[in-house]
């Protein structure tokens, strides 16, 4: 089962929590969509939740078989962090290397926007934040589709 596959990833998450996001000099986190979110546990819960709702869509899951579920956790929660003005550095590689060869299209790219929506949803986040998170986020899309 899937859940079994995943879950120990998820428990990775919260043991390790952020500890890949780095103080960036200069960044004022207190006014920032990160701050607005709640900060680094309020990003742990949506990285849990995206993962959970990746796992429970068989078509969007399949893009990620053989992945390594830990660095994208770990990057992805550094990316959130980074792009919404928190005190962390995105370490990892280009979306364009991340993406390549996957051909991903722009209705599974949507696809998981939705799952996404789904994981600030259940983490409590307003839909207006949800917004600002997305607006970050927006401009990696072309730097994923049919790659």
Known sequence: MLITRIFPFISFVAII???GC???GGKNPSSSVYAELGG???VEE???NF??????DPVILAYFDGADIN???DKLS???CHRTGGPCEYSGDTMAQVHGGMNITEADFNRTVDLLINAMNKADVPHPLQNKVLRVLAPTRDEM???
């Open 71 to 73: 660095r994208f956790i």
């Open 78 to 80: 550094e990316q959130i």
């Open 40 to 42: 680094s546990k309020k």
């Open 145 to 147: 589709l049919y790659l």
């Open 22 to 24: 780095s103080t960036v």
């Open 46 to 48: 949506i990285v849990e």
């Open 51 to 56: 993962v959970v709702e990746i796992e429970r």
């Open 17 to 19: 929590g952020l500890s």
